[in-house]
């Protein structure tokens, strides 16, 4: 790694700096030392709790984060070593400090934020002003060989001399963050590898690459993004995962938990990631996956808001429609398994019959229908359904359900129906929506996180899998079909135990016989992958003749959200899943 450049245009006052001391002996109580002494080699300040001065340069100013950094103008021989520090400071405080501004520093030496993540600071009893001199960035070409020698640069000011990549964006609009990579996109480990040794590597490659990206401030809900060209995200500069960031500032410290990188100046040239057009599958039929994003419509009648799971406001619930219709009429399906859908009856002011009200008025198709089980499925609050176009698909025989094992109380109630297309087969398609990964407080025995990269409930995604799949052999529907796609919300990743069961069963991963390479559909936490999934028996499978994702909505900001006026009608983020589209023969 190259260490800073010195540039000293200017020096009203002498600053000297004594080097850290090998011997290991402590110095004297208050007395002048190196800020390379008083970081130390280790997570913590080998100083904490003892009064010392320093003397630095201002490298950036944060008023938002309550105080300055400061950096060595004469930085030690040990690499190991940084030469930055936190200054906790109010705004108003005197001396007023800005960059280039030389300072003495007295006070005592402490940690701030969370044990095993925190911040070396030195709390002042006294700053005094010395002259300017000027500390040109750290040059970083590539990510430190593990997550924790970013400790060597906590503090100090770093140019990243490569192209990042936004791995993602999901803080962007709450926070002003950004998840970056120095490697592009990062997956999610167990997605690319079973659980165990194979995903932890990836794993820990992946914090390895990773880095935040931060605005300079702890409040919320930033009114503008500075750092970037036109402050402002919007239809073109979306900024979405996989968008490529050049000349990146900004001084590296710990808050929250993590490394970060706060920015100093604004983003020098960013790359945006196109948006995708509508995918394109081959086949007679296409059929599609959507995760509906809690579409509840409070009574139905434009009253009962704010709703449990979804929107706040009626017109919340309206732009979130519009932005799920436009994605149907975009991907032109002609049947559609949901999930995440109020779980309100069937009636006309229930949330899929308003639904299907509304796909029908926006056309250019008016035939849509959809599946009435009577009640349910299920009494979670949210369910799955299913909708077809009449023109397309008649239905054969009732729908069935399997509320059994942890489909009572955990797994959304799969719904299964039978179809024919034309003079094609008899076929069925299941509608699943899986236990999520959260609420681990309430995981029990086999359900807690066993550290393997599945996280909480694996053992109910496991036994859902199982029960589906033995339900299934003895044809609920009673229709003798030729084959079955099982579609949905599976949460869990290609490479987890509920999808190893049921590929081990025979079921055959859509996007694998199409040979997609990394498919996704969603982004958590910087990390990308399937949890939506389409599986076909060998009955169906030889009638596949195609499979997409849209990534209409994972790589998105949380801006173009339905919340958003500005952007409330466009299908960009009508939900956080991307959704699926497959072509399949099916009327002959």
């Known amino acids: 790694m190259r260490r800073p450049l010195l540039l000293l245009p200017l020096v009203l006052a002498a600053c000297t700096q004594p080097a850290a001391d090998p011997s290991g002996v402590l110095p004297a109580e208050g007395g002048l030392v190196a800020i390379a002494t008083v970081q130390g ?14 003397e630095g340069v201002v490298v950036a100013p944060f008023g938002g984060l309550g105080g300055v950094f400061l950096q060595s103008l004469s930085p030690d021989a040990d690499p190991a070593t940084s030469e930055g520090l936190f200054l906790p400071r109010e705004r108003d405080a005197e001396p007023r400090l800005k960059v280039g501004d030389t300072v003495r520093v007295s006070g005592t030496v402490l940690e701030q934020g969370d044990d095993g993540a925190t911040l070396t600071a030195i709390e002042a009893s006294q700053v005094d002003l010395l002259g300017r001199a000027e500390v040109a960035p750290l040059l970083l070409e590539s990510a430190p060989p593990s997550p924790g020698d970013w400790e060597r640069y906590e503090g100090m000011l770093v140019r990243i001399a490569v192209p990042l990549t936004v791995t993602g964006n999901e803080d962007l609009s709450r926070y002003g963050e950004l998840r970056v990579s120095f490697g592009g996109r990062l997956y999610a480990p167990t997605e690319l590898a079973p659980p165990g ?42 900024l ?40 394109q599958v081959p086949g007679d039929r296409r059929i599609a996956g959507f995760n509906m994003l ?71 198709h ?15 609050p949210i369910r799955v359904g299913i909708l077809y176009r009449a023109s397309r698909f008649t239905p054969v025989g009732r729908p069935a359900t399997l509320a059994d094992g942890p489909f009572r109380d955990r797994s959304r109630v799969p719904l299964a129906q039978a179809f024919r297309a034309g003079r094609g087969p008899v076929f069925v398609v299941v509608a699943n929506h899986f236990k999520s990964k959260g609420g681990c407080a309430e995981a029990q025995n086999g359900d807690a996180d066993q550290d393997d990269g599945q996280a909480c409930f694996n053992a109910t ?58 498919p996704y559909s969603f982004v958590f936490q910087g990390q990308s992958g399937r949890l939506d999934h389409a599986l076909l028996d060998a009955g169906l499978a030889e009638r596949l003749r195609g499979a997409a994702e849209w990534h209409v909505n994972a790589d998105e900001a949380g801006t173009f959200g339905y919340q958003s006026e500005k952007f409330g009608r466009s299908p960009w983020r009508a939900s956080d899943h991307d959704p699926l589209l497959l072509g399949l023969d099916l009327a002959r």
């Open 294 to 364: 809690n579409l509840f419509n409070g009574d139905g009648r434009g009253g009962g808001f704010p709703t449990p799971r979804g929107a706040a406001t009626e017109a919340d619930y309206l732009r979130q429609q519009a932005k799920l219709v436009a994605t149907v009429q975009a991907m032109d399906p002609d049947l559609a398994a949901l999930m995440e859908i109020e779980n309100d009856g069937y009636g006309p002011d229930s949330s899929i019959a308003r639904f299907v009200a509304a796909l029908n008025a926006a056309g250019p």
């Open 197 to 238: 040794p194979a995903a932890q590597g990836i794993a820990a490659e992946n914090a390895r690459l990773m880095l935040r990206l931060d605005d300079g401030r702890t409040t919320r809900d930033p009114d503008k993004l500075w750092f970037l060209p036109g402050k402002h995200l919007n239809d073109d500069a979306p």
């Open 41 to 54: 080699s280790g997570q913590r300040s080998p100083l904490e709790g003892r009064r010392v001065t320093v």
């Open 240 to 279: 979405r995962v996989g968008s490529v960031l050049n000349g990146v500032t900004g001084v590296l410290e710990q808050r929250f938990g993590s490394y970060r990188l706060q920015l100093a100046e604004p983003i020098a040239g960013i790359e945006q990631a196109p948006r995708p057009a509508p995918p």
């Open 366 to 380: 008016d035939d849509w229908a959809f599946v009435d089980t009577g009640s349910g499925p299920g009494d979670n």
């Open 461 to 518: 995604r496991v036994e859902s899998a199982r029960l589906l799949h033995a339900w299934l052999g003895k044809d609920p529907t009673g229709t003798r079909p030729a084959g079955h796609l099982l579609i949905g919300d599976f949460n869990a990743y290609a490479q987890e135990d509920p999808l190893r069961l049921l590929r081990s069963e025979g079921w055959q991963d859509a996007f694998t016989r199409m040979k997609l390479e990394r």
